[in-house]
């Protein structure tokens, strides 16, 4: 149905249109922030990508789906023919709505839950209502986070450390715990790493750590399970255009206009563009025998590991 679909939309009239190039507008909003009020607005439709059903029948859990990254994520699992739970917090609400109508606009099923991964039981409560309604799991992407920059290490508090981990690792683990409860032979764990977990960021010392760590689990949890037919990859992406930036209370408005501007193709990535890559190492037609990797999606820039 979806690679129909495919065929219906229109073709790009160019295709070799350029990506949105700062300086962008000057903006700021307060967390966790609304796709629906960035400008220029975040492209995720990917109209150029042709589906072949490479997820026909699967059944994926997506945490912050509503926008940004997890939201081309979840257009393009739909597309590839999964149906969805997509997470996210309550004032997200607007921006998941979204996600869903253009889910369902694909053939789909995309059902919504609001809530904070923050919480253990919702990570749990989150895994088995996708089974008790699909059935069953067989793509968990854990994508939510947190950040805000820092003009020093003394900035960062007690409070702010624990909700940077809380968000980015612990449902991270917690998610996964509960997904492995389910999850059978040919089934995939993707999380959401970053360029910071690789190079460091002067200013993120708490998310560029919990990149870190998101990077080495999973590594080891690809060693843990890869005997059952469960693969474990991440995906490292460089500067996005999402509202986690603008959003980001140490981030000024000036700065948000030049987001991006400093890797070799001077301009962040469309969420649209890292969308495949999650494809990809869901896909068992694609990535059958990657397992432990960091996919790592920079710009231009190159890194070892």
Same mark, same amino acid.
């Not at 969420?271 to 996919?295: H, K, M, R, W």
């Given at each position: ?19 949105? /190039?700062?300086?962008?507008p *000057? ?9 629906s009020q960035l ?16 997820l ?9 789906? %509503? ?5 081309? &994520?979840? &257009? ?21 709505? #979204? ?12 059902? +919504? !839950?609001?809530?904070? &991964?923050? %919480?253990?039981?919702?990570? %749990?409560?989150?895994? #088995? ?7 069953? +799991? ?12 820092? *003009? ?6 007690? #409070? ?5 981990? *809380?968000? @980015?690792v612990?449902?991270?683990?917690? +998610?996964?715990r509960?997904?492995?409860?389910h999850?059978k ?9 970053? !360029? ?5 960021s ?12 998101? @990077?080495?689990? /999973?590594? /080891? ?10 693969r !474990? @990859?991440? &995906? ?17 408005? %000036? ?45 231009? #820039?190159?890194?070892?590991?």
């Amino acid at each position: 149905m979806s690679t129909k679909l495919d065929e219906r939309k229109p073709r790009p009239t160019n295709p070799q249109q350029p990506e949105p /190039t700062p300086p962008f507008p *000057k903006q700021h909003q307060d967390k966790p922030g609304l796709e629906s009020q960035l400008q220029p607005a975040p492209r995720f439709h990917a109209e150029e990508y042709r589906a072949a059903g490479k997820l026909t029948g699967k059944i994926a859990l997506i945490t912050g789906g %509503d926008s940004g990254i997890g939201r081309a &994520v979840a &257009v393009l699992f739909a597309r590839e023919g999964a149906d969805l739970v997509v997470a996210h917090l309550q004032s997200e609400a607007s921006d998941a709505e #979204e996600t869903k109508r253009v889910v369902q606009s694909h053939g789909r099923k995309c059902v +919504l !839950v609001a809530g904070d &991964v923050k %919480d253990p039981s919702f990570c %749990d409560e989150l895994v #088995e209502s996708t089974v008790k309604t699909f059935g069953k +799991l067989d793509i968990l992407v854990s994508n939510a986070a947190h950040q805000n920059r820092k *003009k020093s290490l003394d900035e960062v508090t007690d #409070e702010e450390f624990d909700e940077t981990f *809380k968000t @980015n690792v612990y449902a991270y683990f917690r +998610l996964a715990r509960a997904a492995l409860r389910h999850m059978k032979a040919g089934s995939s764990i993707i999380a959401t790493s970053s !360029v910071t977990g690789f190079f460091g960021s002067k200013g993120l010392p708490d998310y560029s750590a919990t990149k870190g760590a998101i @990077n080495a689990f /999973t590594k /080891t949890l690809a060693q843990e399970v890869v005997d059952k037919g469960i693969r !474990v @990859n991440a &995906v490292a992406p460089g500067p996005v255009w999402t509202p986690l930036n603008a959003a980001d209370a140490g981030t000024p408005p %000036d700065k948000v206009a030049k987001h991006g501007s400093d890797v070799p193709m001077g301009r962040p990535a469309q969420p649209e563009e890292l969308a495949p890559a999650y494809v990809f190492l869901a896909s068992n037609a694609d990535s059958s025998y990657i397992t432990g990797t960091v996919l790592q999606v920079f710009g231009g #820039e190159t890194a070892s590991g």
